[in-house]
């Protein structure tokens, strides 16, 4: 059955590090990825996502993520963190078809000033 | 930029009263779903539609659940008696009409979501 795997539950960086939040699918077939983010008390705000193409994507508010084939993995980056970026972060994998999107568990991200 | 809109935001209802909630999805979109998450819990997909009728739905929507559009912009989704355990934030979303790849197999259309309407059942 597919799934995904975001084995970070809770991260904390200081504000200007590096970040990187793991993901892991399993599926198939070529997977359709993508990475939400949902600020407290708000809906789910798409940041990036990865159909075909280029294996390193870019999103919105500086975030990046890398697909490897080989190691079923799209984790997401950012080379800079911000305070505004502590959030909940949600990997996704599109099955296509019928569309229906499978989440994993979230990592919730902390920034310290 | 066009964006879903839920309401209510918030809805507090007893265990065994009816609820409906309300979503307006992007108005050039086809295709809706709903998702819900239980506090502390991933997004677990319920059911979309697409012409009018269920495309698919997951073990979670049984009876109790419905959904229907009633006019050209809502969609809603109706728990007929809720329980308990139906509390949770329940998201919208609504993305484009599909693709076709090369070989004619469907892609995926990036789903946008709403807000989300958190439902406390007593």
């Known amino acids: 059955a597919q799934s995904v795997t975001q084995p970070d539950i809770h991260i904390t960086v200081s504000e200007g590090a590096s970040l990187e939040l793991r993901c892991n699918y399993s599926?198939?077939?070529?997977?359709?990825l993508f990475w939400y983010v949902q600020s407290p008390g708000q809906g789910l705000q798409l940041l990036l996502k990865?159909?075909?193409?280029?294996?390193l994507v870019q999103g919105i508010k500086g975030f990046e993520a890398e697909f490897k084939r080989s190691q079923s993995s799209f984790n997401l980056r950012k080379p800079s963190v911000h305070w505004s970026d502590a959030a909940e972060y949600f990997c996704a994998v599109g099955l296509g078809g019928y569309n229906k999107l499978i989440f994993g568990a979230g990592t919730r991200l902390a920034v310290h000033p | 930029e066009p964006e879903v809109t839920q309401t209510p935001s918030h809805q507090v209802t007893q265990m065994g009263q009816e609820v409906i909630l309300r979503c307006v999805p992007i108005s050039n979109h086809l295709y809706f779903y709903w998702y819900r998450q239980i506090l502390g819990q991933k997004v677990e997909f319920l059911v979309s539609f697409y012409n009018n009728e269920i495309s698919e739905k997951s073990e979670i929507f049984d009876d109790q659940f419905s959904v229907e559009r009633p006019d050209g912009s809502n969609f809603t989704l109706k728990i007929r008696s809720t329980k308990l355990e139906d509390s949770a934030m329940y998201f919208c979303?609504?993305?484009?009409?599909?693709?076709?790849?090369?070989?004619?197999?469907?892609?995926?259309?990036?789903?946008?979501f709403g807000p989300g309407t958190r439902l406390l059942v007593l």
């Open positions: 599926y198939g077939a070529t997977p359709y």
């Open positions: 979303a609504s993305s484009q009409a599909h693709r076709t790849s090369g070989a004619g197999l469907p892609t995926q259309e990036t789903q946008y």
């Open positions: 990865y159909f075909s193409g280029d294996t």
